[in-house]
C-alpha cells in the first residue's frame, strides 16, 4: 500500500494539511489567491484517488460551494460561535503593562 505524502511543503497542491487521506484548506481566514491556487488544481489536476477539504465559516460556504462544489468536501462553522468564543477569551485577558 502507497504511504500518503504527509508534508505539505513537498505537494503539489496549496493546502494547510494532511488528514485522514485527505488535502485540507482552511479559508475562514480568506486569502482569496491561494483559494484560486488551491481551486486551479483541485479542478483541472485532481487525480481520482486524492480526496479535499475546505473548511470555512457559514457565510463562506455558499462561495466555496459555487466554485468547488462537487470537487470537495465543505466543512462550515457558524461564525457567531466562532464570535462569542474569541468576545469571551478577550474578556478574560487583562493588559499586563
Known sequence: MEIP????????YVCDYY?????CFVFCVPNISRFIQFARKVKFMQLPKEKFR??????QAGFVQEALGGY?????????EFMDEWN??????TKVV
Do not use: H
Not at 54 to 59: A, E, G, L, N, Q
Open 88 to 93: 469571551y477569551k478577550r474578556r478574560k485577558f
Open 54 to 59: 475546505v473548511y470555512c465559516f457559514d457565510f
Open 72 to 80: 470537495v468536501d465543505i466543512y462550515q462553522f457558524p461564525f457567531s
Open 5 to 12: 505524502y504527509r508534508d505539505t511543503n513537498r505537494l503539489d
Open 19 to 23: 488528514d485522514e487521506g485527505a488535502y
